[in-house]
C-alpha cells in the first residue's frame, strides 16, 4: 500500500518538446506528492509539489497533473531543455504516515538537441 | 539558509572499520531522515527521527546506528559493514509532514 509506480523508466525527447512522467499510488491517505529532480552524484532537490485539493499545478515550464479518482498524477515538462536532463523520481506522503515520504522508482530524462 | 550538509562527501572504509556519517541543518526542521541510494534506483528510507526522537526504522541492520544528539544534527555510525553496503548515502530534513524535504548532497560510501 505503500508503494508508488512510476513510468516511463527512461524517456527520449527533442528539445522543445513535452516530456510527460507518470506516477500511480495505492494508499488512498496520501496526501502530498512532490516531484525530485536528481543530477549525477548529487542529492534530490524539490521541482514542484501538490495536494489533493487541487487538479493542477503550474510553476514555469513544470505542471503537476492529479487524478485523485484514478490515483494516478503526472509531470509535464514543457519546451524541454538539454539541461533538464536528470532522473525525475514521483514521491507520496501522508500526514498521519509518521514523516515517512515513500519515492517511485524513478524516469532517466534525456533531452536531445 | 536552506541546506542540509554532510560530511564526508566521500568515505572508503574496511569491512572491520567504524566510521561516522554526519547531517547538519539549521532551518529549524524536526523530521530528520537517512535514505540509502544505490545506482539508478530511488532512495530507500533508513530512518527518520522526529522531534530528536526515532520514529521509523525500517527494519535497517545493526550495523547501522543512527544518533540524533540535538535538533540540527544528525549522525549515521557505521560498523562491519559490508560491500554491499556501498551506496550514496542521503540525509533530508522537514519542518513537519507534507512539507518540502531538503536533501544534503549525500556521501558516497564505498567498502572495501
Known amino acids: 500500500q505503500q508503494q508508488v509506480k512510476q513510468s516511463p523508466q527512461s524517456l527520449i525527447v527533442q528539445k522543445g518538446g513535452i516530456s510527460i512522467i507518470n506516477c500511480a499510488y495505492e494508499?488512498?491517505?496520501?496526501?502530498?506528492f512532490p516531484w525530485y529532480q536528481q543530477f549525477p552524484g548529487k542529492g534530490p532537490a524539490l521541482l514542484i509539489a501538490?495536494?489533493?485539493?487541487?487538479s493542477e499545478k503550474k510553476e514555469g515550464r513544470f505542471t503537476i497533473s492529479f487524478n485523485k479518482s484514478a490515483k494516478q498524477f503526472s509531470l509535464h515538462i514543457m519546451d524541454s531543455q538539454p539541461g533538464d536532463s536528470a532522473t525525475y523520481f514521483c514521491?507520496?506522503?501522508?500526514?498521519?504516515?509518521?514523516?515517512?515520504?515513500?519515492f517511485g522508482t524513478g524516469t532517466q530524462l534525456k533531452v536531445e538537441l | 539558509d536552506t541546506e542540509v550538509t554532510q560530511t564526508p562527501k566521500h568515505l572508503v572504509m574496511g569491512m572491520t572499520n567504524k566510521k561516522s556519517l554526519k547531517c547538519e541543518q539549521h532551518?529549524?526542521?524536526?523530521?530528520m531522515y537517512w535514505y540509502k541510494q544505490k545506482a539508478k534506483k530511488p532512495p530507500e528510507l533508513m530512518f527518520v527521527?522526529?522531534?530528536?526522537?526515532?520514529?521509523i526504522n525500517e527494519s535497517v541492520p545493526s550495523r547501522f546506528s543512527p544518533e540524533c544528539p540535538n535538533s540540527s544534527l544528525l549522525n549515521l555510525h557505521l560498523h562491519a559493514l559490508q560491500p554491499e553496503d556501498s551506496a550514496l548515502y542521503l540525509c533530508?530534513?522537514?519542518?513537519?509532514?507534507?512539507?518540502?524535504?531538503?536533501f544534503g548532497q549525500g556521501t558516497r560510501l564505498t567498502v572495501v
Open positions: 533530508a530534513s522537514r519542518l513537519m509532514a507534507n512539507t518540502e524535504a531538503f
Open positions: 494508499n488512498t491517505a496520501f496526501d502530498y
Open positions: 501538490i495536494r489533493p485539493d487541487v
Open positions: 514521491a507520496a506522503s501522508n500526514t498521519g504516515g509518521g514523516n515517512k515520504l515513500t
Open positions: 532551518m529549524g526542521h524536526r523530521a
Open positions: 527521527y522526529s522531534y530528536e526522537k526515532l520514529s
